[in-house]
């Protein structure tokens, strides 16, 4: 792989989870995992969301679900919050990020699923899409 894989998937990387994300990451790299942010960007950035037959909202929905299947909650809040902040045309809706979970609930359990609400609410309201006074279930 050459430096312009890096490249383009230093693009995909930033236009998907945006700048101060990915600066963080990259503000975090050192002797130990900077092979794995590289391998991370060439492949998963580049060879993987670079392709053409899915768009990046249908990335977005099967990242969620797979997060959630995978019990990464760390990394599922990580997308949904960007999910709710990227480019218009791969932005993801508070109900589209719901759906995600209510599909989870059924092939990834009610725990991971549930807990998946208690992190999306906390994000949402966050953000103020949700009100702070509402109570988590």
Not at 4 to 15: E, L, P, S
Not at 23 to 49: C, H, M, P
Request: hydrophobic share 40%; aromatic share 8%.
């Amino acid at each position: 792989m050459s430096t312009n894989d890096y490249d383009k998937g230093m693009a995909n990387r930033r236009r998907v989870l945006g700048d101060a994300w990915v600066d963080k990451s990259i503000a975090n790299k050192n002797s130990f995992n900077g092979e794995f942010q590289d391998l991370i960007t060439r492949y998963a950035w580049n060879e993987v969301w670079g392709r053409p037959a899915l768009g990046d909202k249908t990335r977005r929905l099967m990242v969620l679900s797979t997060m959630i299947a995978l019990k990464a909650y760390e990394e599922f809040s990580m997308h949904v919050r960007a999910a709710l902040d990227g480019p218009p045309e791969s932005r993801l809706t508070p109900d589209e990020i719901k759906e995600v979970i209510f599909q989870a609930a059924i092939y990834c359990g009610v725990p991971a699923a549930n807990h998946a609400f208690a992190l999306a609410g906390d994000i949402l309201r966050e953000k103020g899409l949700l009100p702070a006074g509402e109570k988590q279930a």
